[in-house]
């Protein structure tokens, strides 16, 4: 453990809120001196929170479920850990049906003080790394099960992944999205000739309708995160990164369900064991952190979020004890950072991603991982398939998340130049107005207007300037403060 971590375990560093141990209640005192009775040790900040697993504590062989209806291949009784032979098994077949992505050297990697390197799986065919699975799930099925065909339940990625290479192999592929699953990725799926059914209100009642489904039509289900050949082929994407990028010091990586880290840390632990492993995911659906304090995976209700690629209820049970062992560090991040992260990608390596894709970035940038500077760190950008319209809102989110796009409002005189005056002292300070408009029916002074400003700055420290100068000049001024953006430097 390096030392900033062991900073970071034992004395909460500025804009930590409190420590928690896994039996503990908010605002409880850390348990330093027993630490082996707790699972994972929890710093939580502004930013987010910290997990770091405590290997005193042995992960379960088994689990008890309350799930009505049993995927065979994700037993909780039963669990299957996969093993490097399966990683290397995955990789042979699928070799030629994915592509081999790039993990170039970031062009920001001085401004971060960290060498890092973007393994850039979002320009796969579909838009995102289930793709390996996918295909080498696929391909492991039988003659007959192949003409039966499969099934599974997504909010888009996996189905597209499933879709597209059961029509490549000429599989049959039907495939559940809960309601709120894009409509770019539901199309999709449609576009790729799978059977789509769109039906519940998350992932949890998708997957229930699919798993009765497959019992009832003799169809195979293909769990898009915890089947052993899905997370076998992921797990293709560390081999990959030891190739390009040698004996890297840490891999961040996004967590959903779980597959994803368990098949790539499988494969970087055999090669590589002195390379961190860490995980990130969104405040919204925090299902692996909750997996690490019930020390199994536990159901954790899902929000709206920016990385609905992440928002999946309940960790997988072959995910959580292959993974478990291998992780170093687990990190959840709020929802300005993602939006930070998007826009960031966006601006400095010409990345178009998602919010599952962009979460590893943002861990970088709420500063839960600043004991990696100095090292050669590898980011998965795991996914692209972003809404248009959702992208719209998430770059207009990550600049007013940096003290980029402010909001103010202003009284000014009511007289002929009075909006005039202040547009130019927002033009004289390089200030660009995005929206703007007046109201007088709710003021006390009928000689004044109430005008409300949406503009766009260069930076926070230009946002300030503006707030000084506008305090100057106005009396009645509320300047709308984003309290990302206030902390941004001491993040």
């Known amino acids: ?56 504590i042995p992960t379960p062989t088994k689990f008890n479920t309350s799930d009505n209806v049993l995927d065979p291949f994700c037993d909780p009784a039963n669990p299957q850990k996969i093993s490097f032979h399966d990683v290397t098994s995955a990789a042979f077949l699928i070799k030629g049906g994915v592509e081999r992505t790039p993990c170039p050297r970031s062009t920001s990697s001085d401004a971060y003080g960290m060498d890092l390197y973007l393994k850039k799986d979002f ?27 499969v099934i599974s339940a997504s909010l888009g990625n996996h189905a597209q992944a499933l879709s597209y290479h059961g029509w490549k192999l000429n599989i049959p592929v039907t495939v559940v999205m ?84 368990a098949g790539i840390a499988t494969a970087i632990k055999a090669v590589s064991p002195t390379t961190k492993v860490i995980g990130v995911e969104s405040e919204k659906c925090p299902s692996f ?11 954790t209700p899902s929000e709206n979020t920016l990385a609905d690629g992440l928002a999946v209820p309940k960790v997988g049970y072959n995910a959580f004890i292959t993974a478990m062992p291998l992780i170093d560090k687990l990190v959840v991040v709020k929802e300005e950072w993602i939006a930070l992260a998007i826009l960031r990608l966006v601006e400095e390596e010409k990345c178009v991603v998602e919010g599952a894709g962009a979460s590893g970035f943002a861990a970088i940038l709420a500063g839960h991982l600043n004991e990696l500077k100095g090292k050669r760190v590898v980011i998965l950008l795991c996914g692209g398939n972003i ?105």
């Open 1 to 56: 453990m390096s030392p900033e971590e062991q900073s970071d375990e034992i004395t909460p560093k500025k804009g930590v809120k409190n420590v928690l141990s896994v039996n503990g209640a908010a605002g409880a005192k850390p348990n330093h001196g027993n630490i082996k009775n707790v699972k994972a040790r929890l710093i939580k900040k502004d930013s987010g929170t910290i997990l770091l697993p405590n290997r005193d």
């Open 123 to 149: 320009l796969q065919v579909t838009g995102s790394f289930k793709e390996r699975g996918a295909r080498y799930a696929l391909l492991c099925l039988s003659d007959e099960q192949k003409k039966t065909g």
């Open 178 to 261: 809960p309601k709120a699953a894009p409509i770019m990725k539901v199309q999709k799926c449609r576009n790729y000739k799978a059977n789509v059914i769109v039906d519940g209100k998350d992932m949890a009642e998708a997957k229930a309708l699919a798993m009765k489904m497959a019992q009832d039509c003799g169809l195979i289900y293909v769990n898009g995160y915890d089947h052993p050949h899905i997370m076998a082929g992921q797990g293709t994407i560390g081999l990959e990164i030891l190739e390009q990028v040698p004996n890297p010091d840490a891999v961040i990586i996004p967590v959903g369900g779980g597959g994803l880290i």
């Open 289 to 299: 952190s909750n997996a690490m304090e019930n020390n199994g995976p536990i159901h």
């Open 387 to 491: 809404d248009t319209t959702v992208f719209g809102r998430c770059l207009e989110r990550g600049l007013a998340a940096e003290g980029r796009l402010v909001k103010f409002f202003v009284e000014v005189t009511d007289r002929p130049g009075g909006i005039h005056e202040l547009c130019e002292i927002l033009s004289q300070l390089g200030v660009s107005i995005k929206d703007i408009m007046h109201e007088r029916a709710w003021l006390k002074d009928i000689y004044t207007v109430e005008v409300k400003v949406v503009c766009e700055t260069r930076d926070w420290t230009h946002s300030m300037e503006l707030k000084n100068v506008l305090k100057e000049n106005y009396t009645n001024l509320s300047f709308c403060e984003e309290p990302l953006a206030i902390n941004y430097n001491n993040a």
